[in-house]
């Protein structure tokens, strides 16, 4: 059974600071891997997508990288800003059908001006 | 991309009653997804909705709890049945699509 793990918990950093998120999934046999953002009580927005041939995938200051055969992604974010406060969270997707995605429990994003 | 509208956003709800929450695609879709996200917590999926069949639930959820319909490929209902204080969540609706997963806007149920 996939399990995804998400280090760390909680992050506080200033603004302006770079940093990166890590998720593990334990079944390197995934289809695809999305990071995704949730604002508090919100729903899930997507930031990236990569798919499992893939090595990495960017978007504006978000860089998502992904090491299939160790089970591993990072979601690297630059000149952080008070904005990017919210929780991220990492899912993995199985197969190419529709299959539910599985997800780890979050890093929670606090940047302080 | 596929834009999925959730109603409500927010509901307080006696214990002992029952709420039914609506997703809207703006595409069709085969699959829909029901997903519970506790206080705290990540993501748990429900059930799974195919169109024409009954929902397919996962270990831990029943269909008497939380009974799901999916009438056409655009729609779908989840009720949260007879409430309890446990039950106060997010409850989310999602649809899979060639560039990802799409997620609705969510429902905050709190129950009193």
């Known amino acids: 059974k996939q399990e995804v793990t998400q280090i760390p918990a909680a992050l506080s950093v200033p603004e302006g600071e770079n940093l990166v998120l890590n998720c593990s999934f334990t079944d390197s046999a995934i289809y695809n891997l999305q990071w995704f953002r949730q604002d508090p009580g919100k729903g899930l927005t997507s930031l990236l997508l990569?798919?499992?041939?893939?090595r990495e995938q960017t978007s504006g200051r978000l860089n998502a990288s992904l090491d299939k055969s160790s089970g591993r992604s990072t979601l690297y974010i630059a000149a952080s800003q008070p904005g990017d406060s919210a929780t991220y969270l990492c899912a993995v997707r199985q197969g190419s059908g529709n299959t539910p995605l599985v997800f780890g429990k979050g890093t929670r994003l606090s940047v302080i001006a | 991309s596929a834009v999925i509208s959730q109603k409500p956003s927010r509901d307080i709800c006696q214990r002992g009653t029952s709420l039914t929450i609506q997703c809207q695609v703006d595409?069709?879709?085969?699959?829909m997804f029901w997903y519970r996200q506790q206080p705290g917590q990540s993501l748990t999926l429900i059930a799974t909705a195919n169109q024409g069949s009954e929902a397919t639930y996962e270990s831990g959820f029943v269909i008497d709890k939380f009974p799901i319909s999916r009438p056409n490929l655009t729609f779908s209902t989840l009720t949260v049945s007879n409430m309890s204080p446990e039950d106060s969540s997010i409850y989310l609706c999602?649809?899979?699509?060639?560039?990802?997963?799409?997620f609705g806007s969510g429902t905050r149920l709190t129950v009193v």
């Open positions: 990569i798919q499992s041939s893939q």
């Open positions: 999602s649809v899979a699509m060639n560039y990802g997963y799409t």
């Open positions: 595409s069709q879709v085969t699959m």
